[in-house]
């Protein structure tokens, strides 16, 4: 009995031993199949960590790409608009401005006279004359209405800085209206044309005081600034604004009209001598007497008439300026050049014009 007992006590041992080398085969096998799991699940992890860090980089470098793509279009749609605009500005600004640029004397020349015309011949001959002779490389182009020698003649007074005349420093122009008005008791002034507007009225005297302030303000302005630069850029500024320059000239016009007035009670009373000019211009049928002049002379200068040469005497007489005018018409005579007026002082300013036709004038420029 004891044998068979620790027979059948050897053969559970042995089966125990099995089972358990079973049981340990098999967590074995599980710990192997988890860890293989675990493997697999880790390596899928990093698999797939690597290829969102790769799609991160792509994503990354497409989007600062497709960025830069943006903004460069928005750069060249900006800088497009900021080319037209300012080309625009300056169409616009290069088309209000009364006074043109500095061009080239012959190519202008060239431009405007082709032809074999006698005319077109004697043209040519006179612009090289110009050039070679008086050394005028360069013309500033005046726009071409019946303000055009009075735009010519204040362009130029400006952007050379010249100061207003002694006399104006003496008296107050502002005051000018007023002492014509009320104690010279020239009521008639009230029919005085401004140019295109053709304006008459009792509000004539404000419109002209209005008028001398514009003038006196800009001149003694713009001939304080010293910087050539600097100044040019105000007239160029101020011959762009039509409404401001015809101003300028109509304050000119009433300090002629002004001075007329002057000169013919100097007449009346033979109080002194008085230039040859006021005898030369109040000497003609159309303007015997200062109402006659400003009736039919001044008031059609800017609108339907310009200055006569009598005029233009008087007018370099009151501005203090010699005003020489090549006239290319008069090529080879003795009126290819003239000076207004004949008779000036050593120490006023000069300034030049040329003309074609004694009707339009242009700026010449001299380069040394």
């Given at each position: 009995m004891q044998r068979r007992h620790d027979r059948n006590a050897s053969k559970n041992r042995e089966?125990?031993?099995?089972?358990?080398?079973?049981?340990?085969?098999?967590?074995?096998?599980?710990?192997?199949?988890?860890?293989?799991?675990q493997s697999w699940t880790t390596a899928t992890k990093r698999s797939l960590c690597l290829m969102w860090q790769k799609v991160k980089v792509h994503l990354?470098?497409?989007?600062?790409?497709?960025?830069?793509?943006?903004?460069?279009?928005?750069y060249n749609c900006l800088a497009q608009l900021l080319k037209w605009w300012s080309s625009y500005l300056q169409r616009k600004f290069i088309k209000n401005l009364s006074v043109s640029p500095e061009v080239d004397l012959l190519?202008?020349?060239?431009?405007?006279?082709?032809?074999?015309?006698k005319q077109a011949k004697h043209i040519r001959e006179a612009y090289e004359d110009l050039f070679w002779r008086y050394h005028i490389k360069y013309l500033r182009q005046v726009k071409r209405d019946n303000?055009?020698?009075?735009?010519?003649?204040l362009f130029?007074?400006?952007?050379?800085?010249?100061?207003?005349?002694?006399?104006?420093k003496e008296r107050d122009i502002l005051k000018l209206p007023e002492k014509l008005l009320y104690s010279q008791g020239c009521n008639w002034i009230q029919q005085y044309s401004f140019g295109p507007e053709r304006y008459t009225g009792p509000n004539a005297f404000g419109k002209l005081r209005k008028c001398m302030e514009a003038l006196k303000t800009n001149w003694t302005e713009i001939s304080s600034i010293k910087d050539h630069e600097e100044r040019g850029n105000m007239c160029n500024t101020l011959f762009s604004d039509e409404s401001k320059e015809h101003k300028l000239y109509e304050a000119i016009k009433f300090i002629m009209l002004y001075e007329v007035v002057e000169a013919y009670e100097q007449m009346k009373n033979r109080e002194e001598h008085i230039p040859n000019l006021f005898s030369l211009l109040l000497a003609r049928d159309s303007s015997s007497d200062p109402l006659s002049f400003m009736m039919n002379h001044l008031n059609a200068v800017g609108d339907c008439g310009r200055l006569e040469q009598v005029e233009m005497f008087l007018l370099g007489y009151l501005?203090?300026?010699?005003?020489?005018?090549?006239?290319?018409?008069?090529?080879?005579?003795?009126?290819?050049?003239?000076?207004?007026?004949?008779?000036?002082?050593r120490e006023w300013h000069e300034i030049s014009l040329l003309t074609e036709d004694d009707r339009y004038y242009h700026i010449p420029v001299t380069r040394t």
């Open positions: 089966l125990f031993t099995e089972q358990e080398k079973s049981s340990r085969i098999n967590h074995a096998k599980r710990s192997v199949g988890r860890h293989e799991v990354s470098m497409s989007f600062l790409v497709t960025v830069f793509w943006y903004c460069r279009r928005l190519g202008y020349c060239a431009r405007e006279w082709k032809g074999d015309t303000y055009c020698v009075l735009r010519a003649v130029q007074i400006f952007s050379q800085g010249i100061p207003l005349p002694s006399w104006m501005l203090e300026v010699k005003i020489r005018v090549y006239k290319l018409h008069k090529f080879n005579t003795e009126e290819f050049q003239v000076n207004y007026p004949d008779e000036y002082q």
